[in-house]
């Protein structure tokens, strides 16, 4: 078995950032980015990490918002989740918190994530790890807890 685990259930990390999006006026995009009722993952951007070139990319969906709307040029809380278990190890060894991942659609850098925490998880995400997530979106200030 490759890696060392199942192909249903793999090693990952999950990120809390605090995501500004670039404005549409600078090269953003030019519509909201919204959590969507009763679904998680509404949002499938790529991030480069700090050694990438600028065309490198890796895959991280955002879990949630911390606010049901957000336009181009606000900032939010998030939290990502690194998809690919192939390119876990390069996110666990390049991304801590305070580095800034540029976010793009496509070639285009539509905002940066700064990071505030990472934490060891196991996908598919579990419950608990996913209302904790979820309280930290609510009160970004409260201790995130295990």
Known sequence: MPYGFRVDSYPAIALGIDLSLTSTEDGGRSGPLMNISDRLWPYRPNWGLPSMAP???SGAPVLAFSRDVVLPGESVHAVIVTLFPDMVARWDLEVVPRV???MYEGARVCGHGTVLWRTDITLPLGEPDKQ???RWLEDPA???GD
């Open 100 to 102: 800034v991942l540029p």
């Open 132 to 134: 904790r997530f979820l």
């Open 142 to 144: 409260a201790p995130l």
């Open 55 to 57: 065309t490198e990319q």
